[in-house]
């Protein structure tokens, strides 16, 4: 699988997902001007990446971003939903396509003032694929 093909999938899987109604790719803070942003949002970040001679690992922090109450009582109540969603989407992604999940997955939870008072969870994951080294069907030699 590509890099492009991965973030397609990942952002597929996440709107089909009933709870989520946006999905940003890369820069969560642009939360922060979408004028009509529609929670629960899931941020797709790309991190460090490696390729080796017969497996590729691509690394991201999936988010799961909604908007707090006033008083902030549902706090816990979207950190679980986060939880849950991010979750699932990874099972999903892992179920239906060529790749790992490489190691576990680790949640951090927090609330952060985009647009709005938001809270939520971010995850740590890593997918192995196949690696594209040896491939140049690129080239013309």
Not at 32 to 60: K, M, P
Not at 63 to 72: N, P, S, W
Not at 110 to 124: I, M, P, S, T, W
């Amino acid at each position: 699988m590509t890099l492009k093909t991965i973030i397609e999938e990942l952002k597929e899987y996440a709107l089909a997902t009933p709870n989520v109604g946006g999905v940003i790719v890369n820069d969560v803070f642009r939360e922060n001007f979408w004028e009509d942003a529609h929670y629960g949002v899931v941020a797709i970040i790309q991190r460090e990446h490696s390729i080796s001679d017969n497996l590729a690992i691509y690394r991201f922090q999936l988010g799961y971003i909604d908007r707090l109450t006033e008083d902030k009582s549902n706090e816990v109540d979207i950190q679980s939903e986060g939880v849950i969603t991010i979750s699932n989407i990874v099972n999903a992604f892992v179920e239906y396509n060529p790749v790992e999940l490489n190691g576990e997955i680790s949640f951090s939870v927090f609330n952060e003032r985009f647009k709005d008072d938001c809270g939520g969870v971010l995850a740590d994951v890593a997918f192995t694929t196949t690696s594209p080294m040896g491939i140049c069907n690129q080239l013309n030699i």
